[in-house]
């Protein structure tokens, strides 16, 4: 149960660092929108732990030197599952207009607004993609904390919409990038742009 602390605590600190970093040199701050910082918060300390209880059934571990296959394969996975999930929040007009489409009103996507959305997109679609793939992997703590780091920077990185990006062309078209990383299941599903 140690395991699921260090993770969220890693992931809020490494998230809001980053989100700092990007609001400050970029200059996107939210002045007069605390309902991102205050719905960002609220996926973080009040949703997420909802994953804990999961944790109390994690596998038994694989030592810490199966990395070399393990990162690599929970990347395809997430992609996978955020790309299917993601998609069905696009598809689904009901999904899209009483849940997904809140995260859509940044366009272009500003840093701190990366896990602004829906407390029920943040337990399907962003908790999902990435905790079931360490599941399914049995990372061990070391590679959890690995990956831990990559989402949480990540996710402020891709939405910040200052290297352009593919997620950028998400939040302009909405018709394609539905993935995450190197969009593997947009590639094979003719929905990369």
Avoid at 3 to 26: C, D, E, G, P, R
Avoid at 84 to 94: A, D, I, M, S
Avoid at 107 to 128: F, K, Q, R, T
Wanted: aromatic letters at 16%; glycine letters at 4%; a positive charge.
């Amino acid at each position: 149960m140690d395991m699921i602390y260090y993770l969220f605590f890693t992931h809020v600190v490494l998230y809001w660092a980053t989100s700092l970093f990007y609001m400050n040199k970029y200059k996107q701050g939210v002045t007069g929108n605390g309902y991102v910082i205050k719905n960002v918060l609220i996926n973080q300390f009040l949703v997420t732990p909802l994953y804990w209880l999961a944790f109390q059934f994690y596998p038994e571990p694989l030592p810490w030197k199966h990395v070399i296959w393990q990162l690599p394969a929970i990347i395809v996975l997430t992609d996978v599952v955020f790309y299917v999930f993601h998609r069905l929040f696009h598809w689904n007009k009901t999904l899209y207009n009483n849940i997904h489409k809140q995260h859509h009103e940044f366009d272009p996507p500003i840093a701190c607004a990366g896990l602004y959305c829906h407390p029920i997109e943040h337990l399907c679609v962003n908790l999902s993609s990435t905790v079931f793939p360490m599941f399914i992997v049995k990372a061990s703590l070391p590679v959890a904390l690995l990956w831990t780091i990559i989402p949480s920077i990540n996710v402020v990185v891709s939405h910040s919409n200052i290297h352009g990006g593919a997620h950028t062309t998400h939040h302009k078209y909405l018709t394609c990038n539905y993935g995450v990383g190197g969009l593997l299941m947009d590639r094979m599903l003719n929905t990369f742009r």
